[in-house]
């Protein structure tokens, strides 16, 4: 079955730390690739996104993910976080579902705590 | 409004009662999804709407669970006789096309 692999859940950081948050999947075929973002008392919000093409995406607030497919990873990365980055970060993979949409299978998220 | 909403936001009822969630999805949007994330998992998909075509229900976790989209519009989701594992946070979320999904709020559900 196809899942998707959160290996952090809590991360903890000093301001202007750099982020790396760790997602695979095992799937075989095709993938778009996600990350989410939940930021505290807020619902989900589309960070960035992987369809096709450079394998490294940007997405908003600085936000940028790699997807190796040789590895079957899309980590997320930021330089330099910020308190605000205070959220809740989910990595989801979508498929195709039968009749047409989509659905996105889900990591368990990673929780991640800025310290100033 | 402009995002996908949920109604209500908190749902505190009895094990054994049944209880409706509500969601209304972006106008335009002819997709609508279900999920429900519990403390400590994922986001788990449990079913899936698309215009006028039969609902895709492959994550619905047992028969207590149903989901109506009248109208292709308003969606509920119904649990009925309320276990207290099915506390959770309900989300919906809508597309349109290959776009990305929108996602509500969420109903907080806890089941006594």
């Known amino acids: 079955a196809q899942s998707v692999s959160q290996h952090n859940h809590h991360v903890i950081l000093s301001e202007a730390a750099s982020l790396e948050l760790g997602c695979n999947y095992s799937y075989g075929g095709t993938v778009n690739l996600f990350w989410y973002v939940q930021y505290p008392g807020q619902h989900l919000q589309l960070l960035l996104k992987?369809?096709?093409?450079?394998?490294l995406v940007k997405g908003i607030k600085g936000f940028e993910a790699e997807f190796i497919k040789s590895k079957f990873s899309f980590n997320l990365r930021k330089p330099s976080v910020q308190w605000s980055d205070t959220a809740e970060y989910f990595c989801?993979?979508?498929?195709?579902?039968?009749?047409?949409?989509?659905?996105?299978?889900f990591g368990t998220g990673t929780q991640l705590k800025v310290e100033l | 409004g402009a995002g996908v909403s949920q109604s209500p936001s908190n749902k505190v009822t009895e094990k054994g009662k049944d209880v409706e969630l509500r969601c209304d999805p972006i106008?335009?949007?002819?997709?609508l999804y279900w999920y429900r994330q519990s403390l400590g998992q994922g986001l788990e998909f449990l079913i899936y709407?698309?215009?006028?075509?039969?609902?895709?229900k492959s994550g619905l976790p047992s028969d207590r669970f149903s989901a109506e989209r009248t109208g292709g519009s308003v969606s509920t989701l119904t649990i009925q006789r309320t276990q207290q594992e099915d506390s959770a946070v309900y989300l919906c979320?809508?597309?349109?096309?290959?776009?990305?999904?929108?996602f509500g709020d969420g109903t907080r559900l806890s089941i006594l």
């Open positions: 106008s335009g949007h002819t997709a």
């Open positions: 709407f698309q215009g006028n075509s039969a609902p895709d």
């Open positions: 992987y369809f096709s093409g450079d394998p």
């Open positions: 989801a993979v979508m498929r195709g579902l039968t009749g047409g949409g989509n659905k996105l299978t």
């Open positions: 979320a809508s597309s349109f096309g290959d776009q990305p999904q929108h």
